[in-house]
């Protein structure tokens, strides 16, 4: 019972977000036409788009370094084509489709189980990809939530006047993290489960992947977004990890709507908001629908596959 109505509480959190989001957006967005949007949508150079492509496979390679090193501390070997095949369609699905963790669940299970990887097995790996992924937003966000905070709006009636102090509780989190794999050598229970914390050198290893994976994926939009000298990659960065931030929060799938308000909000003084939004468009065909058709045409042929090989033996 408590499990529907925390269930149930999630989703409607997660569309009154959605629906404060496209709210914000259309107030934000009230000056300019839909043409002005697609003009600026089809003015994105070419040369960035393919820049962006390529940072995009960079940034979907960089996923799979998280299987990697939890197959890595399961003691369970894969080949590396193997590895990269089902970590590039679980997340080019579960970033469109929303829910990541029961799509990504569902989805390493379906090919790692054929491939030989215990169930108990499979469900560790799961949640050190989970796991690493917030890590690293807490990692790379503290660092530049610090290095370079945001002044938070006065219409979110926050206590403070910058992110600055959530950089602090982020690495603290962080920190306390790192310490527990060198300090716990017992394992932990919770909910009658034992987890046992991997090495100190492991444990760092899946932070500064997820940092890297993080770093590339706001790059992608950065490439988009028509050149300002006022507005450099780092200061950028900081709005991207706040906004995808939030929208990890929101449970909206990929963020949508409550991550582009943030990052309209905070680069208005830059670059005007048909500019933004067109590279906002151009980010999720590049980073979201692009990998999500290539990831669909993979697993079909993948399954038609196998079905011809269990008709054969058949």
């Known amino acids: 019972m408590g499990k529907k109505l925390l269930h149930n509480f999630s989703s409607l959190f997660g569309l009154l977000l959605l629906g404060f989001s496209v709210f914000a957006i259309a107030h934000e967005l009230r000056q300019y036409s839909y043409q002005d949007i697609l003009n600026s949508f089809k003015a994105i150079p070419k040369s960035q788009l393919l820049w962006a492509m390529g940072l995009t496979g960079l940034g979907y390679l960089a996923l799979s370094g998280y299987d990697m090193l939890a197959l890595h501390y399961v003691?369970?070997?894969?080949?590396?084509?193997?590895?990269?095949?089902?970590?590039?369609?679980?997340n080019a699905f579960s970033n469109s489709i929303g829910l990541a963790f029961l799509t990504s669940s569902a989805i390493h299970y379906r090919f790692y189980s054929v491939w030989?990887?215990?169930?108990?097995?499979?469900?560790?790996?799961?949640?050190?990809?989970?796991?690493?992924?917030?890590?690293?937003?807490?990692?790379?966000?503290g660092i530049m939530f610090i290095v370079a905070p945001l002044e938070i709006p006065p219409l979110l009636n926050l206590p403070w006047l910058s992110v600055r102090p959530i950089g602090f509780i982020f690495l603290i989190v962080t920190v306390a993290y790192l310490l527990s794999s060198i300090l716990i050598r017992k394992p932990v229970k919770f909910r009658d489960r034992e987890f046992r914390f991997p090495s100190f050198r492991l444990a760092f290893l899946l932070?500064?992947?997820s940092c890297v994976e993080w770093a590339l994926a706001a790059s992608v939009i950065?490439?988009?977004?028509?050149?300002?000298?006022?507005?450099?990659?780092f200061k950028f960065l900081s709005i991207y990890l706040l906004g995808m931030g939030a929208g990890v929060i929101s449970n909206v799938p990929g963020g949508l709507g409550v991550f582009e308000t943030i990052v309209l909000f905070f680069l208005s003084p830059y670059i005007s908001g048909a500019a933004v939004f067109g590279s906002l468009l151009a980010y999720r065909c590049v980073y979201y629908f692009l990998p999500l058709f290539l990831a669909i045409a993979l697993l079909g042929a993948y399954e038609i596959k196998m079905r011809s090989r269990y008709k054969s033996k058949d």
């Not at 950065?222 to 990659?233: E, F, G, I, R, V």
């Open 75 to 90: 003691n369970h070997r894969l080949s590396l084509r193997r590895i990269v095949f089902a970590n590039f369609i679980s």
């Open 222 to 233: 950065y490439t988009l977004l028509p050149s300002t000298a006022d507005l450099s990659y």
């Open 116 to 141: 030989g990887v215990p169930t108990i097995a499979i469900a560790v790996v799961i949640a050190f990809v989970n796991l690493s992924f917030c890590l690293g937003l807490f990692a790379l966000g």
């Open 207 to 209: 932070i500064l992947v």
